[in-house]
């Protein structure tokens, strides 16, 4: 099966990590960009291994889900990922 073109089921986990470090480093000044590059790596380390599983679990059941549906998009509900 091909990867669809844009699929909002297997959005990247992209969507896990920037909202998560946006609102950390929001309103936070940075005098160069390596500063900002180590406050970055700073809040990343700082993610626990724990949400790092849930995150990466959480798209592979989405993964299967759209593959399942050959494809095809799906409305999310909140029973789609019950296991």
């Known amino acids: 099966m091909g990867h669809p073109p844009y ?4 959005a990247p986990n992209d969507f896990f990590l920037f909202p ?7 309103g936070q ?6 500063e900002a590059i180590e ?3 700073n809040h990343v380390l700082k993610i626990l291994h724990s ?3 849930k995150c990466f ?3 592979f059941k989405r993964i299967q889900k759209c ?3 050959h494809g095809e998009y799906f409305e999310k509900n909140k029973n ?3 296991a």
């Open 39 to 41: 406050a970055f790596k």
């Open 57 to 59: 679990e959480n798209w």
């Open 80 to 82: 789609i990922f019950e």
């Open 7 to 10: 699929s909002p089921n297997l």
């Open 51 to 53: 949400e790092w599983n």
């Open 20 to 26: 998560s470090v946006k609102n950390k480093l929001r």
């Open 29 to 34: 000044g940075f005098s160069s960009p390596e």
């Open 67 to 69: 593959i399942d549906h």
